[in-house]
């Protein structure tokens, strides 16, 4: 079986239809609209690198006689942080299927409140079991958000500014991680909050934030892209209809017609089978692109996100309530990556921009590894070191998940980007937290040395893999990357992709 459902429970097909939404929504210009639909969408990442920086942050903390759980620092930044990323893996999977089925709007509300509910009984734990087994569900609804959102955000924002507003929205993750930092700062402080208090606390904050984001994501509206195909072509004319009406009374001024049509064969499901066949078969070159990009930017973050912190503590003697700020720093540095080089990914083009963040990320990686390597680095100077590695490395990285949600045709976007988001993130995200814990809780240089050799040269096999593979996807239309398998002449890869 392929995963295709019967025809007596759901057919296959509804109809053929001509429509002009694509080319509606790319010649919209900027708007309070997409304003409403960049908050509603893109602050997940806010809340994503506000969980896995306190993690990070305050490990030592929870690992200290006092905390509440008999738990020790490697646990949380090797054996949690591995879980968190396999719930995330598999959360991608299993709501990236439910996302292309059941539509964007639906999926990213269930997947808030799964993390909504995960974070708050994280804070909860009062057993080592407890805070591993939330830590899996809450990595279980930020996958979720990863398939669900990226696919949502470049289906709504128009293809002229899609790849900026795609980074700068994936890079928001690092104002969240600039938030976690800082907080854990203050929830450390045993003046102000008892040991068993203050980390709980933080993890409470991340709840809050996110309730404040659920109210402002009921307003985001259903793709129009995936209605057309899913039997809703009237429902996505008006919705698109009414945004055009709201910008022409905000701007003063009509609009522009659109630049064209496609006609599609609208269906209710796409099976397994047919996904697999047209990620691998159809689109080869883009498929080894797509896991190239994720294996190398997911064993650099996670392993560095998770354990930088220690290696703070470990390497330079700094206080564990003290490595909040330090992180606070090269956050900055990772956020300000995707802000200011977006617009080059727009404008210069996807595969110079690429390939060319990954393999210089690597390059300065691998001279970070030979300073420390020496003993010529100190706490302030290797946090510089990463700043500017992590300035080149965020916008690589950010770049990936446009990379899935743009180059494969629309009915298969949410379970791309979700599978090559599993696939990445298992092989690079799960064995990076564990090398590095294991590494660095060693007090060895060498042994930390080498975990940075891995990533770095993971960074740079990914650049020369984006200098070869990479999409010239910049300003084009969704459908003119990959046309929908919907469509009445679906293509091939060709010598544009």
Same mark, same amino acid.
């Given at each position: 079986?392929?995963?295709?459902?019967?025809?007596?429970?759901?057919?296959?097909?509804?109809?053929?239809?001509?429509?002009?939404?694509?080319?509606?929504?790319?010649?919209?210009?900027?708007?309070?609209?997409?304003?409403?639909?960049?908050?509603?969408?893109?602050?997940?990442?806010?809340?994503?690198?506000?969980?896995?920086?306190i993690v990070g942050n305050v490990a030592g903390r929870i690992a200290e006689e006092g905390s509440g759980l008999d738990i020790t620092s490697a646990q949380i930044t090797g054996l949690a942080a591995a879980l968190y990323v396999a719930g995330a893996c598999l959360?991608?999977?299993?709501?990236?299927?439910?996302?292309?089925?059941?539509?964007?709007?639906?999926?990213?509300?269930?997947?808030?409140?799964?993390?909504?509910?995960?974070?708050?009984?994280?804070?909860?734990?009062?057993?080592?079991?407890?805070?591993?087994?939330?830590?899996?569900?809450?990595?279980?609804?930020?996958?979720?958000?990863?398939?669900?959102?990226?696919?949502?955000?470049?289906?709504?924002?128009?293809?002229?500014?899609?790849?900026?507003?795609?980074?700068?929205?994936?890079?928001?993750?690092?104002?969240?991680?600039?938030?976690?930092?800082?907080?854990?700062?203050?929830?450390l402080d045993t003046d102000i909050f008892p040991k068993d208090l203050g980390w709980r606390l933080s993890f409470g904050l991340g709840v809050v934030l996110g309730l404040v984001v659920l109210l402002v994501r009921r307003h985001v509206p259903e793709s129009p892209?995936?209605?057309?195909?899913?039997?809703?072509?009237?429902?996505?004319?008006?919705?698109?209809?009414?945004?055009?009406?709201?910008?022409?009374?905000?701007?003063?001024?009509?609009?522009?017609?659109?630049?064209?049509?496609?006609?599609?064969?609208?269906?209710?499901?796409?099976?397994?089978?047919?996904?697999?066949?047209?990620?691998?078969?159809?689109?080869?070159?883009?498929?080894?692109?797509?896991?190239?990009?994720?294996?190398?930017?997911?064993?650099?973050?996670?392993?560095?996100?998770?354990?930088?912190?220690?290696?703070?503590?470990?390497?330079?003697?700094?206080?564990?309530?003290?490595?909040?700020? %330090?992180?606070?720093?090269? /956050? @900055? *540095?990772?956020?300000? =990556? $995707? !802000?200011?080089?977006?617009?080059?990914?727009?404008?210069?083009?996807?595969?110079?921009?690429?390939?060319?963040?990954?393999?210089?990320?690597?390059?300065?990686?691998?001279?970070?590894?030979?300073?420390?390597?020496?003993?010529?680095?100190?706490?302030?100077?290797?946090?510089?070191?990463?700043?500017?590695?992590?300035?080149?490395?965020?916008?690589?990285?950010?770049?990936?998940?446009?990379?899935?949600?743009?180059?494969?045709?629309?009915?298969?976007?949410?379970?791309?980007?979700?599978?090559? %988001?599993?696939?990445?993130? /298992? @092989? *690079?995200?799960?064995? =990076? $937290? !564990?090398?590095f814990a294991d590494l660095t809780e060693s007090g060895v240089v060498g042994e930390t040395v080498l975990a940075f050799r891995i990533g770095a040269g993971l960074m740079c096999a990914a650049g020369l893999v984006a200098a070869f593979l990479a999409v010239n996807?910049?300003?084009?239309?969704?459908?003119?990357?990959?046309?929908?398998?919907?469509?009445?002449?679906?293509?091939?890869?060709?010598?544009?992709?």
């Amino acid at each position: 079986m392929t995963g295709e459902p019967s025809s007596a429970s759901v057919p296959a097909s509804t109809g053929t239809i001509t429509t002009a939404v694509p080319a509606r929504l790319d010649r919209l210009p900027w708007s309070r609209w997409h304003w409403m639909i960049v908050i509603g969408l893109g602050t997940v990442w806010i809340l994503d690198g506000l969980e896995v920086t306190i993690v990070g942050n305050v490990a030592g903390r929870i690992a200290e006689e006092g905390s509440g759980l008999d738990i020790t620092s490697a646990q949380i930044t090797g054996l949690a942080a591995a879980l968190y990323v396999a719930g995330a893996c598999l959360g991608a999977l299993f709501f990236g299927w439910l996302t292309d089925r059941y539509g964007r709007r639906k999926l990213f509300m269930v997947t808030l409140i799964v993390y909504l509910t995960a974070t708050a009984l994280t804070a909860l734990s009062f057993e080592t079991w407890w805070f591993f087994l939330f830590r899996f569900l809450t990595g279980f609804g930020i996958g979720g958000e990863y398939a669900a959102i990226n696919s949502a955000i470049d289906e709504l924002i128009p293809s002229h500014y899609r790849g900026r507003v795609d980074l700068i929205i994936n890079g928001s993750y690092w104002l969240g991680a600039i938030g976690g930092a800082l907080l854990s700062v203050v929830m450390l402080d045993t003046d102000i909050f008892p040991k068993d208090l203050g980390w709980r606390l933080s993890f409470g904050l991340g709840v809050v934030l996110g309730l404040v984001v659920l109210l402002v994501r009921r307003h985001v509206p259903e793709s129009p892209r995936w209605q057309f195909i899913h039997g809703q072509g009237e429902e996505a004319d008006a919705l698109v209809s009414s945004v055009e009406r709201e910008i022409e009374e905000e701007k003063g001024e009509p609009l522009p017609p659109p630049a064209g049509e496609i006609t599609i064969h609208q269906r209710k499901s796409i099976g397994f089978g047919l996904i697999a066949r047209t990620v691998f078969g159809r689109y080869p070159r883009r498929a080894v692109l797509g896991l190239s990009l994720f294996i190398g930017q997911a064993f650099l973050y996670n392993a560095i996100t998770f354990g930088f912190g220690a290696i703070l503590i470990t390497f330079f003697d700094v206080p564990t309530g003290s490595t909040g700020y %330090y992180f606070a720093v090269i /956050a @900055a *540095g990772n956020f300000m =990556g $995707p !802000l200011l080089l977006g617009k080059l990914f727009d404008t210069v083009g996807r595969r110079i921009m690429i390939s060319g963040t990954y393999l210089l990320s690597g390059i300065l990686l691998f001279g970070t590894a030979w300073l420390f390597d020496n003993g010529s680095l100190t706490a302030t100077t290797m946090t510089a070191c990463w700043c500017v590695v992590l300035f080149f490395a965020s916008a690589g990285a950010s770049s990936a998940y446009l990379t899935v949600s743009e180059i494969f045709p629309m009915e298969t976007r949410a379970m791309a980007i979700a599978f090559f %988001y599993a696939i990445g993130t /298992a @092989a *690079g995200g799960i064995s =990076g $937290p !564990l090398i590095f814990a294991d590494l660095t809780e060693s007090g060895v240089v060498g042994e930390t040395v080498l975990a940075f050799r891995i990533g770095a040269g993971l960074m740079c096999a990914a650049g020369l893999v984006a200098a070869f593979l990479a999409v010239n996807a910049e300003r084009r239309s969704l459908e003119d990357i990959a046309t929908p398998l919907s469509a009445t002449e679906p293509k091939t890869e060709g010598a544009r992709g």
